[in-house]
């Protein structure tokens, strides 16, 4: 994965993307598991055998049973991550949790534990998260604030972004602003899955975005 995005304030009380935020770590509270749902939880997915699948959630030990809902795609992240329906996983999806079972209703995010368990991050509350590498790239969906953040300068870009354009699988966000050289941006998410180059980390989505003459790819999550 590539850096971790700095906070900035909520533009709306929409919070629906997990990403870890700068700072100094605190452990979270424990992520329930016995809410009605929907909700997203965060934890570790251990696959016991091709069909049996558990799950702890962060902040806990207890293991609960997977049962997966159609188009969840947890099998195809772990077999994304691990090569195969194997052993464990870093997993944020939302759920159905009624009754202690944990019902997989969408894979959000997957990795393996080469940079340890990622429990101990906090949470933060991007709408739409994605990055992109070779040459960095980092953007943030907050409401109606979207953010560039780049390796070259300017080292961070600010747009406001029009209502999402939906078709089929695919959506594309149009944003601007009033200041500076770069006034016109375009973001586009791919309902597909996506592996990214440096950390292997699998995503539900790909991402591109265009501006000026410049055109990145990458990987995103809601």
Known sequence: MTGAPRRRPLVLAAALALAACGGAPKMPAADTVLAAGPVVLRGTLLARDSATLVFVACGTTAERPVQLRRFSQVIEALVAVNGAVRDSIYLEL???????????REARFATNFSEGSRCDRPRSYFDVEATGNEPFWHVTLDGSQLVLERAEAPLELAFVADTPVVRGGLTTIFAHRDEGRVRDLQFGLLRTACRD??????????AEVRFGKMALHGCARR
């Open 197 to 206: 180059g440096m950390s292997d980390a699998w995503y539900p989505y790909r």
């Open 94 to 104: 939302e759920a159905d949790t009624a009754g202690g079972r944990i019902g997989a």
